[in-house]
């Protein structure tokens, strides 16, 4: 029983502690650079790719934000109409002949990509969604990093309101503590990409070799990792490049980060059946990464269930046992008021009744 308290012990505190020391040693003392050639006066032609259903007041916006882009090369907006029912078509015709419009049966976003995809004219692909907005440079940033011939995509960085505006970090009742998580997450990828790759790409900004694309099969919940780790898989590196920026605003509440950690959480599974291949040392040039990243955050449950379990078991076996038992007590103690507290404030603003949510 010790040696499975001691043990749990350890997976936990290595996925949270351990893996990001170990990442900042590694970065420190192997990274490696990003040969990176300025897109000033001539660029190579770049095709946008937007999934979308039913976003027909944000696409407007959405398009006129890309039309501003400080890019010298020629630049393709494909929005690809996932079975909208609303004007989709209509409110995207005042911009004629610059947004091509893809019209699909309602397939699912997978499909949608792959529709844009076999659209796309050009041989760099940009993702985005609906929803963000991108600074002016952020098209010249992400492919200033195809210059490297080992570069096959590159992830930008999201900013969500809640990381530098305290009111809209208030106003979210999940904001603060989503806000910390993501500058975490954030910094796991920075340092994973000074290594080799990051482990996956954020869906809103990234950027791809169009080579280096393989059909998404339909049923795909994380298109935004499977693509980049198959990337990976090619023998390519995936990079952050903080420099391309985009902005967005956090779930309001726990209900809709819940809805959102449940999808990545069983998407992160799903890949492992689609390409068991990133459990290959061989294969994979980020495995240990990939092990301790995204794997272990799935271990990482059941691991402090055992914890527990175990720390019940040995609370008579002394002193350090009797602590530890109470330190988890009052820290899911706490947890279950704050989910208590989640709750109180929905129901005083009538929003849905949140549950309380776990990192990934």
């Not at 000074?194 to 393989?214: C, P, Q």
């Not at 990939?290 to 691991?303: D, I």
């Not at 007590?329 to 709750?343: P, S, T």
Request: with cysteine; charged share 20%.
């Amino acid at each position: 029983m010790k040696f499975l308290f001691w043990f749990s012990l350890a997976v936990v505190a290595y996925v949270y502690a351990g893996y990001p020391l170990l990442l900042a040693f590694w970065a420190r003392l192997g990274a490696r650079s990003v040969r990176r050639a300025p897109c000033d006066r001539s660029a190579p032609d770049a095709s946008i790719v937007i999934a979308a259903r039913n976003e027909a007041d944000r696409l407007p916006a959405r398009v006129s934000n890309l039309l501003k882009q400080d890019y010298a090369g020629p630049v393709q907006i494909i929005i690809v109409s996932d079975g909208s029912t609303d004007a989709t078509a209509a409110a995207l015709a005042p911009f004629g002949p610059r947004v091509d419009l893809v019209e699909i049966p309602p397939s699912g976003k997978p499909a949608a990509l792959n529709a844009g995809v076999a659209r796309a004219q050009h041989g760099i692909l940009v993702f985005a969604d609906a929803r963000q907005t991108f600074e002016p440079a952020v098209l010249r940033y992400l492919v200033e990093n195809f210059e490297d011939p080992a570069v096959g995509a590159v992830t930008g960085e999201l900013l969500l309101d809640c990381e530098s505006d305290a009111d809209a970090a208030t106003s979210s009742t999940v904001g603060e503590s989503v806000g910390a998580y993501w500058r975490y997450e954030k910094w796991l990828r920075r340092q994973e990409s000074a290594i080799w790759s990051t482990l996956g790409a954020t869906g809103a900004i990234y950027a791809m070799r169009r080579a280096l694309w393989r059909t998404l099969p339909a049923a795909t919940l994380l298109d935004d990792v499977l693509a980049p780790m198959r990337v990976v898989l090619a023998g390519h590196r995936v990079v952050f490049d903080d420099r391309a920026k985009a902005y967005d605003r956090v779930e309001p509440d726990a209900a809709g980060e819940r809805r959102r950690k449940v999808r990545t959480l069983a998407g992160n599974y799903q890949i492992l059946t689609l390409e068991p291949a990133l459990l290959n040392p061989v294969r994979n040039r980020v495995w240990l990464q990939y092990l301790s990243h995204k794997l272990g955050r799935l271990v990482v449950p059941y691991a402090m269930a055992l914890l527990f379990v175990s720390n019940v078991m040995l609370a008579s076996a002394g002193v350090l046992y009797m602590a530890a038992l109470g330190a988890q007590l009052g820290f899911y103690g706490l947890a279950l008021y704050g989910a208590w507290l989640e709750r109180r404030t929905a129901e005083a603003t009538h929003q849905p009744a949140p549950v309380a949510v776990r990192a990934e």
